[in-house]
């Protein structure tokens, strides 16, 4: 599992600059957008062709915890190659840490945290995901956390699914939560339901 971090208030304190590095990778599954901090990697989408949106909403969930995001082009070597190997099947565990500062709704950090125990090839459900947050009956509310997850596979919302053991929702598309499932090692036969939880 990640390690997985957010701003200090001694750190809001004394470093309110935090440079914020971005690329695009093509991958399998489509072109990604990254970008990772000095804590981790904040933001990891499929949603690459919606740069300016995504990466907008890291930078005011950092401008909401009191930091100045400062945007800088490059790539990151480890970060990538760990992205390409998890992609292409050689790779089951990361060591990249997650850095969740730009995520500023309590709840919804709580959930993508207990979301990251969900080890590789496992899955779990919204409603299994709500009581292990403490909040029994509230999958709908779970479903919303995790569908505004801004780091994918690392956050591994692709192995949450419905409680009829549908595929449930995904915002990079069911197709790609499919197939990051099928990487796992899940035998998908035929095609799952695709209703929301």
Known sequence: MSWITTQSAFEQAVAPEVPLRTWTQPSPLG??????????????????????????????????????????EGR????????????????????????????RAPFHRKVLTALCAVDYGQTTTYGQLARAVGRPGGARAVG???????????????????????????????????????IEGHRIIGSWPSGHA
């Not at 933001?43 to 800088?72: C, I, S």
């Not at 480890?78 to 995520?103: M, Q, S, W």
């Not at 956050?155 to 009829?164: F, G, K, T």
């Open 31 to 72: 072109t990604l957008l990254i970008a990772t901090s000095p804590r981790g990697v904040a933001l990891l989408t499929f949603n690459a062709h919606q740069r300016e949106q995504q990466l907008r909403r890291v930078m005011d969930g950092y401008q909401a915890a009191l930091l100045t995001p400062l945007l800088q």
């Open 76 to 103: 990151e070597a480890h970060v990538a190659d760990e992205i390409d190997a998890y992609l292409c099947g050689k790779l089951r565990r990361f060591t990249l840490n997650v850095d969740l500062t730009a995520v």
């Open 144 to 182: 919303q956390a995790v569908g505004m997850n801004p780091i994918a596979i690392l956050v591994p919302c692709h192995r949450v699914l419905a409680s009829d053991g549908s595929l449930g929702g995904y915002s990079a598309g069911l197709e790609r939560k499919r197939m990051l499932l099928e």
